[in-house]
């Protein structure tokens, strides 16, 4: 049973545009959503993450909006470059020790 | 800052062979360790996670096992490797933010034939 739902499973834009991944969660015990990019051969690094207590986060070019009533997060990358190209998990967690992630969102840049 | 060394990094093993996959950790002092593996194409499965020295959680009934002999070492573990054991096995380290903010290794790749 997967506990955040992701979508898309890929999207492929051109260089400049703005590819947005979404998720979705039930677990109200949820506290921490991070975003992790993930290259291929590579493990997954942390990206950026938010607490629901906040509606926006802006890391360079890579935004998270938040909706804490509609249990929504969505990731935006700005002014999106060839090496941004990689998978995209989005995840969150409690107070357990244990993340739950996303199936991931394999993002295409084309130059 | 966190340091994960997994090793091997590739690995092709006959089916019904064992299995051992070692990381280890530099840093922080007793930290969380976690196991995940990556199906081709695949989202990331938590496996076995450890917040001390001999402590295990599994999270997933299987024929593999973990072990933390040492508090920066965690192991992985199959006496039987099945086809379905394939995948990218990844070795992940708790940062100091909480559960959500992880540090992952290189990973280790299996191929069971």
């Known amino acids: 049973q997967q506990q955040v739902k992701q979508s898309p499973q890929s999207l492929i834009v051109q260089k400049g545009g703005i590819p947005i991944i979404n998720c979705a969660y039930e677990?109200?015990?949820?506290?921490?959503f991070p975003w992790y990019q993930q290259f291929p051969g590579k493990g997954p690094a942390l990206l950026i993450a938010?607490?629901?207590?906040?509606s926006e986060k802006k890391e360079g070019r890579f935004t998270i909006s938040f909706n804490k009533s509609a249990k929504q997060f969505s990731l935006h990358i700005m002014d999106s470059q060839p090496g941004d190209s990689a998978t995209y998990f989005c995840?969150?967690?409690?107070?357990?020790?244990?993340?739950?992630f996303g199936a991931g969102t394999t993002v295409t840049v084309r130059a | 800052s966190q340091t994960i060394h997994q090793w091997p990094a590739t690995l092709v093993q006959p089916v019904g062979s064992p299995l051992s996959l070692e990381c280890t950790v530099e840093?922080?002092?007793?930290?969380?360790l976690y196991w995940y593996r990556q199906a081709a194409g695949r989202g990331l499965q938590l496996l076995f996670y450890?917040?001390?020295?001999?402590?295990i959680s599994s999270e997933v009934p299987q024929n593999l096992s973990a072990s933390r002999p040492q508090d920066r070492q965690f192991i992985l573990s199959s006496k039987k490797l099945l086809l379905s054991d394939s995948g990218f096995y990844l070795c992940?380290?708790?940062?100091?933010?909480?559960?959500?903010?992880?540090?992952f290794g290189e990973g280790s790749r299996l191929t069971v034939l």
């Open positions: 995840a969150a967690s409690s107070s357990d020790y244990k993340l739950s």
């Open positions: 677990n109200t015990a949820f506290d921490y």
């Open positions: 938010i607490r629901p207590d906040v």
């Open positions: 840093g922080t002092s007793n930290p969380n």
């Open positions: 450890s917040v001390g020295i001999g402590q």
């Open positions: 992940a380290q708790g940062g100091l933010a909480g559960p959500g903010e992880l540090f």
